[in-house]
């Protein structure tokens, strides 16, 4: 039964008991419990979207079942979930097919589409193309309160970017878009003493490592760390290696 | 004259004495000057009635009014008490319509209705088009000009209001617009009791719920919540204030109209109106002397037809992008600004003072089925329906629930224009779909739609003739979607775009073999697997015209053929023996496709002819004919 007090949730996942928190995302509820769910659009630091639909799971509640995505679908008291239904299944593949047509230069979803068996893909395909629109580097900009990027266009025409196609006043160069991206269409690149996100037309001046001299962060990014941290920013002089070796020295044996 | 009414008592007064004076043989000249009359130049006529109404010694009123229905026979006019009904007026028929008809009562046969069949009627009741309609929400737009709160208190406005402050707790309200099987208008045909109910009982923590009226209509050809909002807008108002009562009394109800920004004078109106209802004491702080403080406040949309799904609304009205959201959570609990919200379209609240005012046997009398145990167990009231296309009358039409196609079609519309062949009709806007002749005796009504396919939307009707090619149909509306689509998710936005690539491919005869079975499996997944509405309903008219017109769809596809002569790389201009050499068609070609000199037969080099049909436009001999 649920635990009312500390808002424990329990369900049903092919059979199996799970418990869940009032809350969170079926998605995070179910990987938490080891079952496999894929996906390209989720992660944890940020909030759900749903626009990958690969995460289809089929939820009954009450005597009503229908198939759902799991990631922006709240795990409640009594649900019963099946994940790999033969409905499921077959139109992941087809989302798949339009992942593969949509962004064939992406590993991430030809690699998925593989682990179902899709090599080729019955649609138009898009060659050059390596994003899918997922909104995660919007969504992680915004979860680190820099606010640089948003969709633009409509329909097949929507595609993350900055403001105006153009240079953003508030990107720092963080490169937490990157990280997060699944495809790997945001690139990071760092070079002759500068930060290049293309993407994102961005290029700034990167601060030399006190003691190294290597470029490590754009100067940007770690004023605006240090102005949030209330530090100095010859805090930040060194690269994360340097300070790491000079903390480490400070316990060592003479 | 507007007075503050501080009791419903105040306001029952101030009508009596606004009916003492407005007796039934009172001289009237009503001048449409909806979308449809204003745009073929009402708005000049008005001014002329005016002028020489002032010119001369009569006593009559002139009412420049909303949207009246009749957009066919536009500018449209009605001379009370008689109520004698003249279509396509001009500005020179101003001095006799006021000699002769508002003077002396009589009716001047040149500007009255002929049908088809050569039968003129005098009186409005006795059209054709009016007497086959059932018109309780249209009824008023005649007799209201839109910016006189007097004219709509006169005709027994704000009244379902009083009664209801008067003598009545929220919770029955609610109740009696559950037992009315009141469904929304807006499309999703949602019981609105329902919905009324669980936005009641949803936790507000601080007392504030939001009453939303979806003013957006973004189908395209669609103008039925445009004539509500121009011609009649107290009647919307005064349903949101019950909505008010009912859902967030005692609390803090508060509300929104959003208005698509395509329509000024509905912005206009409304915004006039408020501003009436305000100062009468129907808005604002203590409504009619008693506890209810609602106000409403106007939304302009920004013109994205998915603004009006209710989860992009929403986020529209608070800043944001108008992009839908999952509605795992109900927007009756969490909707505006996570705020309880209660979302209607603008005919459904038309309805609610109606309900009231009339009682629930009057309304559920009127449609199918039975809703005294299921509000989902039938379809109840009227409906307007913007019907256009291959019919005679074109126009906003006002029918029981139920009513066949056969009857909107035939009865009220008067058929497809004479020579032309019915061939479909494509119901429910551009997610809809598209119905043959064989289901034209089906009741139209909100279940009986969806199981053939197709379904009531706002309440958009396209008649078809043999001159429209369905696969050319389902291609326009496929591409409409997939550029209306935020974009959001996968499912819908490149699925769409997908079926608008295989389409095109078979309008072009560039079809595979299998790419009807694609066409279905990929529908399937747009329909089950997309987030919002728009995609779930987006395979509706591709899937219904492959489920009535497959064989169109197989010509296309084998034979490369296009037996409504439509698409372009399908078909062929020839010319035929009867061709005398005039050379009208040769000098009017523009890309010299046209071969053979003066008084020789003339022939089209295929190759170089675009289609564009210009040859078969200046043939004074019919010689020219398209070939598939
Ligand atoms: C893509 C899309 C567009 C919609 N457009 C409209 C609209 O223009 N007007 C409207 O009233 N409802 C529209 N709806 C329906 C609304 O989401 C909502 O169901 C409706 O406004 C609720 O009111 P009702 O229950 O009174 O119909 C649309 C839905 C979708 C999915
Ligand atoms: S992870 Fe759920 S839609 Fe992408």
Redesign the pocket.
Known sequence: MADEKCNVVEFKVQGQICQGTLGESLLSALRRHGFEVPSLCFHEAVSSYGACRLCLVEVKKGRRSKLTTSCNYPVQEGLEVQLDTDEVVRHRRIVLQLLLAAAPAAKAVRDLAARYGIEETPFVPRPEEDCIQCGLCIRICEAVGVNALGFAGRGVSKHATTPYEETSAACVGCGACADVCPTGCVKVVDADGFRTIERWHLKVPLTLCKTCGRGFAPEVHLTRMAGQAKLEIAHLANCPKCRGRAFAAEFRLP | METRFHSVADLEAYRRQLQAVRGPDRKIVSVCAGTGCRACGARGLAEVFREEIAKSNLEVELRVTGCQGFCERSPVVVVQPQSIFYQRVKAIDVPEILTETVEKGTAIQRLLYTDSDGRTYEREQDVPFYRHQTRSLLAFNGQIDPDSIDDYIAVGGYAALGKVLQERKPEEIVDLILRSGL????????P?GV?WQSCRKAHAADGIRYILC??????PG?FM?CALMEGNPHLVLEGMILGAFAIGFPGQPKGYIYV?NEYPLAVERLTRAIEQARRCGLLGKGILGTELDFDILINKGGGA?????????MASIEGFVGE?RAKHIHTAEQGLFDKPTN???????ANVPLIISRGLEWFTSIGTGDVSKDPWGGSKGTKIFALVGKVNNTGLVEVPMGSTLRHIIWDVGGGPPPGKKFKAVQTGGP?GGCLPESLLDLPVDFDRLTEAGSMMG?GGMIVMDESTCMVDLARYFLHFLAD?SCGKCVSCREGLAQLCAIVDRICKGEGREGDLELLKDLSTTVQTASL???G??AANPLLSTMRYFEEEYISHIHEHRCSAKVCKTLIRYVIDDSCDGCMACNAQCGTKAIQGGKKARHTIDDSLCTRCGVCMDVCKRNAIHVES
């Open positions: 469904r929304g208008r807006g499309g999703g045909g949602f609105a919905k979806n003013g957006d209509e973004g189908d669609a919540d698509r037809f998915v603004c009006g799904e209710s989860t992009a609304l839908p979302l209607n379209n603008v005919e459904t609240w997610s706002s209306e919002c509405g728009l779930q309903t």
